[in-house]
C-alpha cells in the first residue's frame, strides 16, 4: 500500500506538470499528431471500460416535473404536523426553532422587525415557511396544505411578506391571497412586494376582499412598487376594512395620478 502511494504521488506530480495539449497526448500513449478519429476512439474505449468497472452510474431518462420536484423538496422538510402538541398547537421549544431556522435557511440572527414578538424563532420559522408556500403556490398549488398552514400559523404570525406572481396554474387564480388574509388575524404588517409581475387588478381585489373579512389589527400595510394605480387607491378607501388601526399605508413608487393621494388621505 505503501509503494502504491508513492506511485500514484508520482503519477499525479507528473500529470500536473503537462503544460500542453501534445504533453498530455503522449503522457497518455498517443503519438504527438493523435487524429481526431484516434481520440474519439480512445474516449470512447475508455468509458466502455469506466461502464464495465461500475464507475458510471445507470441513465435515468425521467425529467423530474416542477410539480414532482417540490413534492420530494417537501418531503424532506420536517411538517408542521409533527410540531403539533397534545394541545393541537405547535410547540413553544424557541431552541427547537432556531435550530430549524438555521438548518433550513441558515438564519443566525432576527431580523429587528421580529425581536420584539413573542417566541421571535417559531414567528421567524413561520413566516419564512408561509411565504416560501405562497411563493411557490403556482408550481403546487396545494390548498389543504395551505390551510392546515395558515390554522397552525395564525396564532404566531404577526408579520408576513409576500412577493406577487403570476398564478396561471391556480384555477382561482388569485383567491389564495384572499384566503391568507381572512385567516391570519393577528396580522399586523403586511408587505406585498412585486416579482415577477405587479400584484394588478385582479390581485388587488382579491387583496381588497381579503382585508375587508380580515386581518383586524393590520397596522402596516407596504405596497411599494407593485404596480397601484389611483383606481386601486379608490377601490381600497370605497371598502371597510375590518382593522381600523391601519396607521401607515406606503405606496411609493405606483401611479397614483392625481386622485390617488387624495382618496389615500380619506383612508387614513
Known amino acids: 500500500p505503501e509503494a502504491s502511494l508513492v506511485q500514484l504521488q508520482k503519477d499525479l506530480g507528473e500529470a500536473l506538470a503537462l503544460d500542453d495539449f501534445r504533453s498530455l497526448m503522449k503522457y497518455i500513449g498517443f503519438k504527438t499528431e493523435a487524429t481526431a478519429a484516434e481520440v474519439d476512439d480512445m474516449l470512447l474505449r475508455a468509458v466502455a471500460n469506466s461502464k464495465r468497472r461500475g464507475y458510471h452510474g445507470e441513465r435515468d431518462t425521467h425529467t423530474v416535473t416542477p410539480e414532482e420536484f417540490e413534492k420530494m423538496r417537501m418531503s424532506s422538510i420536517e411538517p408542521l404536523q409533527s410540531m403539533v402538541t397534545a394541545s393541537g398547537a405547535l410547540h413553544d421549544d424557541e431552541a ?57 400559523s395564525a396564532p404566531t404570525l404577526s408579520v408576513l411578506e409576500i412577493a406577487t406572481f403570476e398564478p396561471s396554474a391556480v384555477k382561482s387564480r388569485f383567491h389564495f391571497l384572499t384566503q391568507i388574509l381572512q385567516r391570519l388575524p393577528q396580522l399586523n404588517k403586511l408587505v406585498i412586494r412585486k416579482g415577477e409581475v405587479g400584484l394588478g387588478s385582479r390581485g388587488f381585489r382579491a387583496l381588497v376582499k381579503g382585508l375587508k373579512a380580515g386581518c383586524g389589527l393590520l397596522e402596516v400595510l407596504d405596497m411599494r412598487y407593485s404596480d397601484i394605480t389611483e383606481h386601486c387607491v379608490a377601490e381600497l378607501a370605497a371598502s371597510h376594512l375590518t382593522s381600523n388601526r391601519l396607521h401607515t399605508i406606503d405606496l411609493e413608487g405606483n401611479p397614483l395620478g392625481t386622485k390617488g393621494p387624495g382618496a389615500l388621505a380619506e383612508l387614513l
Open 96 to 152: 427547537k426553532w432556531n435550530k430549524l431556522c438555521v438548518t433550513r435557511w441558515g438564519f443566525s440572527t432576527l431580523p429587528d422587525e421580529i425581536k420584539g414578538v413573542p417566541q421571535p424563532w417559531k414567528h421567524l420559522y413561520l413566516q419564512h415557511n408561509l411565504q416560501e408556500l405562497v411563493a411557490r403556490f403556482n408550481d403546487n398549488p396545494d390548498f389543504k396544505l395551505l390551510y392546515l398552514t395558515l390554522e397552525l
